[in-house]
């Protein structure tokens, strides 16, 4: 998919074509312009490198509000591998609005704090700067369906030729989704092709529900999953039952956010759908053994031990480094 989260500016290693987070889409197709201008870009100069010295990287997200972006926990970890509540690199800019990365359209803005949920891969990044102009996507209330379809966008690697490559335009493709477990959604490439799937530095891209009048509603962001590219299932965190922890995050804050955009508004909602989540996640928990898996991003391999076909995460379950 043609969303990916890679700037040509940034040293890029391709990542093994083993088991990994999600880079770039690979087999999607270029993004329309001024299309899913949520849609956001992570560029990280300067993180902490493996010997010494320093490297650049980059992950992909999603604008929730006019200060705040949704992205993968695994995107901001520290030396050991472990996902943190800080900036990990010099310097992290988000980019949002540009579907071609050679313009100027859009807006940049620093991240300046993160904010790791407890027991997902995912992570909200404060921005220094409002955005305007730009729409943040609603997130969604209700889980994603099994048979339903999802639009991913990204930044990542792509394929050209049969060779994985950066991009320089943001990538997207249609997904199936395939199982749904409690934290995690299973997903296998639709369109344009069977084996259209994520690559590194799509992590923390929004697959996303494309309603008939246009709406598009945040379901789930990239986590991991096999080399790209690939037929069969990638691995995303849902999103839909993260909304009281969005909510609090950003209103614990001293600098205004916006209200996060929910797709059921009002706080009576709210409350009936955490009721109503908490109750699916009882009746679905299951005894399944986690499958193991190996990932490896831009940020470097970290294992997905949770990563398990429609399992339960255990409480304390996060990504652990190599």
Not at 35 to 64: E, H, K, N, Q, W
Request: charged content about 20%; some cysteine; overall charge neutral.
């Amino acid at each position: 998919m043609k969303n990916h989260l890679i700037v040509l500016l940034l040293v890029v290693v391709a990542a093994p074509l083993g088991a990994k987070p999600a880079a770039a889409i690979a087999y999607g197709e270029n993004a329309p312009a001024d299309a899913y201008d949520f849609s956001v870009l992570l560029t990280m100069t300067g993180l902490p490198a493996d010997g010494g010295g320093t490297r650049d990287s980059s992950c992909s997200g999603a604008l929730i509000a006019p200060r705040w972006v949704i992205t993968a926990g695994h995107c901001f970890r520290d030396g050991n591998g472990r996902r943190v509540s800080r900036v990990v690199a010099r310097r992290t800019i988000a980019t949002v609005g540009r579907t071609d990365l050679h313009s100027r359209d859009g807006y940049e803005s620093e991240v300046v704090t993160v904010h790791q949920a407890e027991h997902t891969d995912v992570a909200l990044a404060e921005l220094a700067d409002p955005v305007t102009g730009v729409t943040p996507i609603p997130v969604a209330t209700s889980p994603p369906r099994v048979g339903e379809v999802l639009r991913l966008t990204g930044f990542g690697l792509t394929v050209d030729g049969g060779a994985i490559v950066p991009t320089d335009r943001m990538q997207t493709g249609q997904f199936t989704v395939d199982a749904v477990g409690d934290t995690l959604v299973e997903a296998s490439g639709l369109a344009p092709r069977p084996d259209t799937s994520p690559c590194p530095h799509d992590s923390g891209g929004p697959y996303f529900r494309e309603l008939p009048d246009g709406t598009a509603v945040l379901a789930a962001v990239v986590s991991s999953g096999p080399g790209c590219p690939h037929p069969g299932p990638d691995f995303s965190a849902r999103t839909d039952n993260l909304g009281d922890w969005i909510t609090s995050t950003m209103n614990d804050r001293p600098a205004p956010a916006g209200p996060v955009v929910l797709a059921w508004a009002g706080a009576a909602a709210l409350l009936l759908a955490a009721a109503v989540a908490a109750a699916v996640v009882r009746r679905r928990a299951t005894s399944a053994a986690a499958r193991r898996r190996w990932v490896s991003d831009a940020c470097g391999p970290y294992e997905s031990r949770y990563a398990g076909r429609a399992s339960r995460r255990p409480e304390r379950g996060p990504q652990r480094s190599a």
